[in-house]
């Protein structure tokens, strides 16, 4: 049975770390809003270009673009997976590495069981989990991209979308596919695997504003036009994405310290309930002992 001074430190203990959960808490909070706020600032350029292009498509002008044609054959794709750099965030990382075995198994199933495909992943944590299955499996290989993380900024995440776009109009890839934690709201996240190359004419005009009908003039031309929309359209799912899967795991932390706090709080109490039970025996125990002292006086 534990003594007063033992209850008496693991109270201190407990107390001591539900102040730092707490303060856990407050600071991916800050973070989560302020990653919310980046993302805010993103979406109405992706809104802007998806626009553009739904009306580019819905007129009369014949536009098209090597970044649009899809291979009748998929012999190599590749998966970027968008993790974390830092642990302390619940099952996010878990639940992300789960969802990228189903993409891959469906790729496989669409493509077939020998397609080879590079696996892409983006934070520290979502590098270890890849790597065990990456070294099991021969079809599989794991990419290194050192030059960004779940932090990077714009400047590397605009290079890492550019040469995927490179890749693909060269025909080292058939395929890529980007994989992330979608934000919907500080209480709700969802895994998204959306087809990132090559781009479908459905995913833009789905986004495109409906408010729409009026008669434009396209200058130069509608495929230039087209031709020079389209990149910035994946720069801005690409950085749209990045943004999501940081305010999602923000998120998920602050999750994770609340619950990690409400189990302080929880334990705290038990074992004050423990520490009051055990000093009032005690001091029934002095008070028996001075009337049993006195009585045999």
């Not at 199933?109 to 020998?114: M, T």
């Not at 299955?133 to 779940?150: K, N």
Request: glycine residues 6%; hydrophobic residues 40%; contains cysteine.
């Amino acid at each position: 049975m534990a003594t007063l001074r033992e209850l008496k430190g693991r109270i201190g203990s407990v107390a001591s770390s539900e102040k730092i959960t707490g303060a856990m808490k407050m600071i991916s909070s800050a973070k989560m809003h302020k990653a919310e706020g980046v993302l805010r600032r993103l979406q109405p350029f992706r809104k802007c270009v998806e626009t553009v292009i739904g009306n580019l498509l819905s007129s009369d002008a014949a536009v098209s673009s090597p970044l649009t044609a899809k291979r009748p054959v998929v012999a190599k794709a590749a998966i970027i997976v968008l993790g974390s750099d830092d642990g302390l965030c619940g099952a996010y990382n878990v639940n992300i590495f789960k969802g990228l075995l189903e993409t891959l198994a469906r790729m496989r199933q669409e493509a077939g069981p020998e397609v080879r495909v590079e696996i892409v992943p983006v934070g520290r944590k979502m590098r270890r989990a890849v790597e065990k299955i990456a070294t099991t499996d021969p079809y599989l290989t794991l990419a290194d991209v050192p030059e960004v993380d779940s932090k990077s900024d714009g400047d590397s995440v605009k290079a890492f979308a550019r040469s995927f776009e490179t890749r693909f109009l060269t025909g080292e890839l058939d395929m890529v596919v980007l994989q992330y934690m979608h934000f919907v709201s500080a209480g709700r996240q969802r895994i998204v695997a959306d087809n990132y190359l090559p781009v479908s004419y459905d995913t833009i005009t789905a986004g495109a504003s409906k408010a729409e009908g009026r008669p434009y003039l396209f200058e130069p031309d509608a495929a230039t036009i087209f031709g020079t929309v389209l990149p910035m359209y994946l720069l801005s799912v690409m950085q749209e994405a990045f943004a999501e899967n940081r305010a999602s795991e923000q998120a998920a932390r602050v999750m994770a310290m609340q619950s990690a706090n409400d189990n302080a709080q929880k334990l705290l109490e038990q074992l004050q309930l423990e520490y009051n039970k055990l000093r009032q025996q005690g001091i029934t125990t002095e008070l028996l002992d001075i009337v049993g002292g006195q009585a045999r006086d």
